[in-house]
């Protein structure tokens, strides 16, 4: 790993039992950094994507086409990064609708993970390896972001604290963290204040746990696929939802690809582990936050 910080801080701030416990939990992922003029990019924000031929743009029907995010190569990527059932080879290609409006007060559709009809303002595309591919024509609606190439490397990656597994590891069975940071429990407290300070930079990357904008994505899509009702945090049932899901793609605001989400926001690819392993790459739920 070319990256030990999550180890050492709970070296730093925890009892040896609660260390082991919370190591055990980070999971490697792909960092990704801007490409050096001579080094060959494993994955490219914006520019034109190269499509089989016959393969129609995505769009949101009745509100229009999507904008070109990311390509990923994915044979590139450090295979020790990724989590069983990520493609070996072919290319992952990300989409998503941004609304662009005019008139003060006009917010427009929106892709929210929280409102079904909008779920197709989002879309990965997968391409098999070998597949005869051609750059796209790019609708006349869109101004494309511009190309700007990424390596990748491995590096470890920690869940939010309010995951359950992070709330059974550090606190024990119904464990939860307290609204008021006084009332952490006294050995914990370092701890809590260190991750914080640690987790600020949000970046793009590929598998592993996302870094959130605000609190834990993996409940806010498992909330969503259970539809409405009255949930809350520790709900049993929205916590066997919430592990189901694991991080495809994270992709940050970024000021070479002139890409902003919201307020210097973040996007937030999942995917239930059964639809990966099965390449449904059509089931991938959008999760913004800024």
Known sequence: MTDERYA????DHLSADLADRWTALLRPCARLHPAATDEQPVAILGGTPELPPGTAWPEWPGHGPLSFVASVRCAALPREALTTGFPQDGTLLFFCFEYDGEADGDEGPFVS???PESWVGAQVLYVPEGTPVRPAEVPRELDPYPRTPLVAETELSAPDLWLPQVRQALLGDGGEWPDHFRETPVELRSFRRA???LRGH???????HAVPVQGPVEYEVADAHLGPGQRTWGDPLLDEEAARWVVLAQFDS???AEMEWGDAGTLYWLIRHEDLTASRFDRVRLVVQC
């Open 8 to 11: 050492r801080l709970a070296a």
């Open 254 to 256: 970024d000021t070479d």
């Open 113 to 115: 993970v929280d409102d």
């Open 195 to 197: 991750f914080e300070r």
């Open 202 to 208: 949000m970046g793009h990357q590929i598998g592993g």
